[in-house]
Nanobody
Framework: QARLAESGGGWGQPGGSLRLSCKVS????????MAWFRQTPGKEREVIAC????????????NYADSVKGRFTISKDNDNDTVYLQMDGLKPADTAVYYC???????????????WGQGTQVTVSS
C-alpha cells in the first residue's frame, strides 16, 4: 500500500531555513514524479516544487512556483525513496501546511496526483 509521510515541519524565523522530508513506501520515487504542495486556510492547495522520476541532479528535471524560486530546492534520494524540500530565506508568507504527493503524469494540478501525505505545518514568524 502506498504511503507518504512528511516530517521536518515546525517553526522557522524569517530568513531562516527548514528542511522537509517525505518518506515514500509502497512504490518507488524512480517511477513516480513527486511534488510539494502547500495550503493555507481558505485557499486552494498550490504546487510549489516538482521533481521528475528521472531526475539526474542537473536541475533540468525540477520546477518551482515563482513564489519560492531561488529559495526552495526539491531533491530526492532514490535509494531511500525520500523526497526533500530545502527551504531557505523563509518568509511569513511561507506559513502553510505542506504536503508531498506523487503522480505519473508530471502535472501541476493537484487532482492529477495519486497519493498524498498527511501534511506538515510550517510556521514562519519572529
Amino acid at each position: 500500500q502506498a504511503r507518504l509521510a512528511e516530517s521536518g515541519g515546525g517553526w522557522g524565523q524569517p530568513g531562516g531555513s527548514l528542511r522537509l522530508s517525505c518518506k515514500v513506501s509502497g512504490f518507488s520515487v524512480v517511477i513516480y514524479d513527486m511534488a510539494w504542495f502547500r495550503q493555507t486556510p481558505g485557499k486552494e492547495r498550490e504546487v510549489i516544487a516538482c521533481i521528475l522520476a528521472n531526475d539526474d541532479h542537473t536541475g533540468d528535471h525540477t520546477n518551482y512556483a515563482d513564489s519560492v524560486k531561488g529559495r526552495f530546492t526539491i531533491s530526492k534520494d532514490n535509494d531511500n525513496d525520500t523526497v526533500y524540500l530545502q527551504m531557505d530565506g523563509l518568509k511569513p508568507a511561507d506559513t502553510a501546511v505542506y504536503y508531498c504527493a506523487s503522480t505519473t503524469v508530471a502535472s501541476t494540478r493537484s487532482n492529477e496526483y495519486d497519493y498524498w501525505g498527511q501534511g506538515t505545518q510550517v510556521t514562519v514568524s519572529s
